[in-house]
């Protein structure tokens, strides 16, 4: 009987959770692909006019292919950004987990500070204006890699501490130091966490909307999630376009989450596990 009531609550969950996401999901494509008159009555009335590929081709001609160099800026963006992460993380959290002390207590409090306290937009815009990196892509990364570092370092540690200290013993003794017992030793060991912290943390800085918004401004800036602002004004809004925009720019981060729910999934479980 106890079974039972526990399959019915799942199966519950998983039925509102289903429609929770199936249904704006839904109005959204259903919107996507009217014209602008119908479109603006915002319901889900079945379309009268199919206008898929017209709406598509409007959306990536808009603003002299905004959409196209917004795709390119974002992936750069979300590729050096996660290198940097993933690697400065990976390091930064055995550093932490192998030498325990006041400094490294000091660091912990300063990791959790980054989880926790918000980001503060006009001090980054003067600091990045100090550093001449204002409007640049490469000040942005610099942002997304201060802002994600926290999380990754988190789970970098919990599946380290899991990793015995007798092997870093072994290969000191045959004689990796330094940066040498890290990247041969220890990293090669950290794959499944490094796979959850790419595909989280790629996921997080390519649908970004706030950093871009502030630190990159500009259409030749511009990144994916900024674009939406090409179909709306003060006064009028391109609702087909807008949708149509939104499903283009949704469909790398949904086909990653698809293919490697997996991978995330058993990552963060066995960092958890493991710490």
């Known amino acids: 009987m106890r079974?039972?009531?526990?399959?019915?609550?799942?199966?519950v969950?998983?039925?509102?959770?289903?429609?929770?996401?199936?249904?704006?999901?839904?109005?959204?494509?259903?919107?996507?692909?009217?014209?602008?008159?119908?479109?603006?009555?915002?319901?889900?009335?079945?379309?009268?006019?199919?206008?898929?590929?017209?709406?598509?081709?409007?959306?990536?001609?808009?603003?002299?292919?905004?959409?196209?160099?917004?795709?390119?800026?974002?992936?750069?963006?979300?590729?050096?950004?996660?290198?940097?992460?993933?690697?400065?993380?990976?390091?930064?959290?055995?550093?932490?987990?192998?030498?325990?002390?006041?400094?490294g207590k000091l660091a912990d409090f300063l990791v959790l500070s980054g989880l926790i306290i918000p980001p503060a937009i006009v001090p980054t815009i003067w600091l990045l204006q100090g550093l001449g990196l204002f409007k640049t892509l490469p000040g942005l990364i610099l942002v997304e890699v201060a802002f994600g570092l926290s999380y990754a370092v988190l789970l970098f540690r919990a599946f380290i501490a899991a990793i015995p200290r007798e092997l870093d013993e072994a290969a000191q003794i045959d004689g990796c130091t330094g940066l040498t017992l890290f990247f041969r030793v220890?990293?090669?060991?950290?794959?499944?966490?490094?796979?959850?912290?790419?595909?989280?943390?790629s996921v997080a800085v390519f649908n970004d909307f706030v950093n871009p918004l502030y630190f990159l401004p500009?259409?030749?800036?511009?990144?994916?999630?900024?674009?939406?602002y090409s179909f709306q004004s003060q006064y009028n809004t391109q609702w087909n376009l807008l949708f149509m925009d939104i499903v283009l720019i949704t469909i790398p981060p949904l086909l990653a989450f698809v293919f490697f729910n997996r991978k995330i999934v058993a990552g963060m479980t066995a960092g958890a596990i493991k710490g």
């Open 3 to 11: 079974a039972l009531k526990r399959f019915g609550a799942e199966g």
């Open 13 to 103: 969950a998983l039925v509102v959770a289903t429609a929770i996401f199936l249904v704006p999901f839904s109005f959204m494509l259903l919107t996507a692909v009217k014209d602008q008159a119908q479109s603006a009555d915002l319901d889900f009335a079945w379309p009268g006019d199919w206008r898929l590929v017209e709406n598509i081709v409007e959306v990536v001609e808009a603003r002299d292919y905004v959409l196209l160099r917004a795709f390119v800026n974002s992936t750069v963006l979300t590729v050096v950004s996660v290198a940097l992460i993933v690697v400065f993380a990976a390091m930064a959290a055995f550093v932490l987990q192998r030498r325990a002390g006041r400094i």
């Open 186 to 201: 220890i990293f090669p060991l950290l794959r499944p966490v490094t796979i959850t912290v790419v595909l989280t943390t």
């Open 218 to 228: 500009g259409d030749d800036n511009a990144t994916v999630q900024v674009t939406l």
